[in-house]
Structures are given as C-alpha cells and as structure tokens.
C-alpha cells in the first residue's frame, strides 16, 4: 500500500516544503494518546532515518517510522479549511474506532489486545 496526499495536502505540505527545502519530507506517524489509544503525528522529517519507509506523492517524500507503518498504511492525508480553522484530516483503512472528540484512533489490533 501507500501513503496518499489528496489535492489540498499536497499543495500545503509542498507550500511548507519550499519554505525550508532542507527538509526530507512530510514525516507522518502515530504514538499513544487520547482515550482511545493512536493519535496521528505529522511535521516536517529533518532526515530519513533506519527503519523508516518513504513513500513519494507528486514528488513529495513521505516519511513513516517502522513502529507507524502497520497502523497507517492506506491512509490519505487530506487538508480542510472551515472559516479560520485548518487541519490535516486522516483517511485511515486501519482506524477501526476513534475516540468521541476525535483525537485518537484505535484498530482492530487494538480490540483484540
């Protein structure tokens, strides 16, 4: 699979990128958070490290740690613009429920635990 950048996450994580082109890329990722267990991680990568698997969208990197890889792969990452908020959204195949504020995600490995 892949990770994906629909047409608005690109033109703003290519935006961030010409900014400071000594970045690697989009690092996306996920660590324990929040009430449900996976909060989504994303920033811009400085390097590419061992372990990490690069995923490339209209020639922009997208970096994944080892440890997030099995609990994003598929997801598209959209960005949405509502008045004066902004944020990244996640398009997840693996996200099998997700907190009631949002902010966490669980999978069908986490149900099984």
Known sequence: MAITLAPAALERVQS????EP???GLRF????TGCS???YVIGLADEVE???TVFADHGVHIVVDADSLPLVDGTEIDFLKAGLNEQF???NPKAQGE????????TDADKAA
């Open 37 to 39: 267990g996976w909060g």
């Open 29 to 32: 990722g996920v660590k324990r």
């Open 99 to 106: 907190c009631g504020c949002g902010e966490s995600f669980t």
């Open 50 to 52: 061992a372990g990490d």
């Open 89 to 91: 959204v996640f398009k």
């Open 16 to 19: 961030y990128l010409a900014a």
């Open 22 to 24: 000594a970045k690697a």
